[in-house]
């Protein structure tokens, strides 16, 4: 036979032979390769490393590896508790300013209407206040580049505004009466976040003090103003703190400091690594002998709770309102080597009776709608709290306290509903009331910056049936009047209206001066503080 004819088929079956033996090495080498990436782990912490360089290497696509430790993090740390979050770098500073007691900006309170910056309030001795900024002026401009439209938000704003201190930004204003765009270029500076939100007599011996967090200044803050309350001759305080959700724990314990007995537990804390601390009052707070009422809410959390729970305990005054939020987590920041940052859980808190009031983890974010479908806002009874039959808290005199779930105040007041229709919750949850208010004190502030006081500026605007122009303006932004709601809600809407207006022209402790002329809660804390 001719070798010729051979040749082919030889050929073809060297190809055949290839592809079958490149096969068989192919399928070796890839259980070599996966067998090589089976890392003996030793501890758990190497499985997640390990976890990670082999998708890394040998994922079918080129994956950022950077991005998928960041959204590892987050997914990690939601299997420990609540509260222990991760902070990416971008956000660390804007988190830890509202704690820290400042920041660096321009020193403007902004709303956002029609599109437009609307600056609400000048801080005092601020930045924008030396330049000449106003209350009623739109920045329309920032840097020169316009800066209106559907597209700006809250962040977008402070983003611009806020920067290095020392650092200028230019903006442009259009206030009314005035026809050309003002420039003002503006040197930004450090702008206190205060925490006391109001401080009066609400009546001749009582002092009023709004807590709305627990920040880096709180105690220096809330010292002052009840000092300055003293001085004014208040001999009791109710201290509001409802919808604070915490902060700094050792500005809460130096706060109720001002109120114990030498001796007196404040609260202790104690963890796996972190061993039991008891912060204990020193006898040299100013107001031991002055009687005392806290506010709480369903927002009151973390170092709210712990105020009212060592008020409590130990028997030093009454708590009024409803219960608590249910945080008794301490966390920690670590920060990390990227600028970012882990708040770990590393300890629980204790009330001085020995109660952790931190509510089960089990529909954690569903709790407070769960609260108001069993009627706990309106019905002391309708209350579910965990009341450990094996474990009585006694406080100081021997009165029983429950935990395992937030504070439960010594005197329970329902919300107040009275006035409350579907046309005036349809004005205020979507914001109309609030913007009539700045509307119309932005169409007359001429006029009302000659009241220098709530009640001579309350006086003035109820002359100016305010009602009857807000529900004309509510009804160009599609809700409908209804006269027999309005009269029924008559009262409320007024008081809000009124007090809205009143904060845009005298600010926030004129504001709820207004307001707590009306809170049943406030009512029943002066009721009691007054036997």
């Given at each position: 036979m001719n070798k010729r004819i051979y040749i082919p088929l030889f050929f073809s079956l060297a190809v055949i032979a290839g592809i079958l033996?490149?096969?068989?090495?192919?399928?070796?080498?890839?259980?070599h390769q996966m067998n090589a990436s089976n890392v003996q782990v030793r501890n758990p912490q190497g499985k997640i490393e390990a976890l990670l360089n082999l998708v890394d290497m040998q994922y079918v696509d080129t994956l950022s590896y950077d991005s998928i430790v960041e959204k590892s993090i987050p997914k990690i740390l939601s299997n420990l508790d609540p509260h222990s979050n991760y902070i990416p770098a971008s956000e660390v500073q804007s988190v830890n300013e509202e704690l820290d007691g400042s920041f660096s900006g321009i020193g403007v309170q902004f709303n956002i209407q029609h599109d437009t910056v609307m600056v609400v309030g000048v801080i005092s001795g601020g930045p924008s206040e030396k330049k000449g900024i106003l209350p009623g002026d739109r920045i329309v401009m920032v840097n020169d580049t316009l800066f209106v439209g559907k597209t700006?938000?809250?962040?977008?704003?402070?983003?611009?505004?806020?920067?290095?201190?020392d650092s200028e930004v230019k903006v442009g204003i259009k206030r009314n009466g005035t026809k050309d765009l003002l420039s003002f270029t503006i040197v930004r500076g450090d702008i206190p976040i205060t925490s006391i939100d109001a401080n009066y007599l609400i009546e001749p011996n009582i002092g009023y003090v709004k807590v709305n967090r627990f920040g880096a200044t709180t105690y220096e803050e809330f010292f002052r103003a009840v000092y300055a309350l003293k001085e004014q001759g208040a001999e009791r305080y109710i201290v509001d703190l409802r919808a604070n959700s915490?902060?700094?724990?050792?500005?809460?314990?130096?706060?109720?400091?001002?109120?114990?007995e030498k001796g007196d537990v404040i609260v202790y804390t104690q963890g796996k690594a972190s061993p039991r601390y008891d912060a204990i009052a020193d006898g040299r707070g100013n107001f031991k002998n002055s009687k005392v009422v806290v506010l709480i809410d369903e927002w009151s959390a973390s170092a709210s709770e712990i105020f009212a729970g060592a008020i409590q305990d130990n028997d030093r005054g009454t708590i009024i309102g409803r219960r608590s939020f249910g945080k008794g987590l301490v966390q920690q920041q670590f920060q990390m080597g990227d600028?970012?940052?882990l708040r770990l859980t590393v300890a629980r808190y204790y009330t001085p009776s020995g109660r952790c009031i931190q509510k089960p983890y089990d529909d954690y974010d569903k709790d407070l709608v769960n609260r108001y479908l069993h009627g706990e806002f309106d019905s002391e009874d309708s209350i579910h709290v965990?009341?450990?039959?094996?474990?009585?808290?006694?406080?100081?005199?021997?009165?029983?306290?429950?935990?395992?779930?937030?504070?439960m105040p010594d005197i329970f007041v329902p919300r107040d509903t009275t006035g409350t229709t579907s046309y005036f919750n349809k004005l205020y949850n979507t914001g109309i009331i609030y913007e009539f208010a700045f509307s119309y004190t932005d169409k007359n502030r001429e006029k009302l910056n000659g009241y220098k006081t709530a009640e001579a500026l309350e006086s003035y605007l109820e002359r100016e049936d305010l009602i009857a122009q807000l529900a004309t303006f509510a009804e160009q932004k599609g809700v409908r009047k209804n006269p027999t709601m309005i009269e029924k809600s008559r009262q409320l809407i007024n008081s809000k209206t009124n007090a809205y207006v009143i904060r845009n022209i005298l600010g926030d402790c004129a504001f709820y001066q207004v307001l707590n002329r009306d809170d049943v809660t406030i009512k029943r804390a002066i009721e009691e503080i007054t036997k």
């Open positions: 033996i490149g096969k068989v090495l192919a399928e070796k080498s890839i259980r700006i938000t809250n962040e977008k704003v402070m983003k611009k505004l806020r920067g290095p201190k915490g902060g700094y724990l050792d500005e809460a314990i130096k706060m109720i400091n001002e109120f114990l600028g970012s940052a965990n009341k450990v039959d094996s474990m009585v808290y006694l406080t100081k005199n021997g009165r029983h306290v429950f935990g395992g779930g937030g504070i």
